[in-house]
């Protein structure tokens, strides 16, 4: 199984944490390969806006309460060169509607 995980910058990421969360033995992270294989992403570049790459949805989302207090949400636009910010409730209510994707709330 796949996950993406979205959380705030200045939150700490704790794997045995979010891996209970989810009800997962362990967490780990996936290799640069995968990422090129199942969203067309390189390593550096994951994003959320490289879901509808992932046609056989073997991928996850799982966001951060946190997040949803948050205004605005940013993220790389499938490139880590750049980045894209939009209104996390049209990241909630649009954007991941139209891509058919529900995340989990964590």
Wanted: glycine share 6%; aromatic share 8%.
């Amino acid at each position: 199984a796949f996950y993406m995980l979205i959380m705030p910058g200045y939150k700490r990421f704790e794997t045995k944490v979010v891996s209970k969360q989810l009800g997962l033995a362990r967490l780990s992270f996936a290799p640069g390969e995968k990422m090129v294989e199942l969203l067309d992403i390189t390593p550096g570049s994951l994003t959320v806006f490289g879901l509808p790459n992932d046609k056989d949805r073997q991928v996850t989302l799982v966001i951060d309460r946190d997040i949803l207090d948050c205004e605005l949400f940013a993220a790389h636009p499938c490139i880590n060169t750049s980045s894209l910010r939009i209104k996390t409730k049209d990241l909630m209510e649009v954007y991941l509607p139209a891509i058919g994707r529900e995340p989990i709330i964590i």
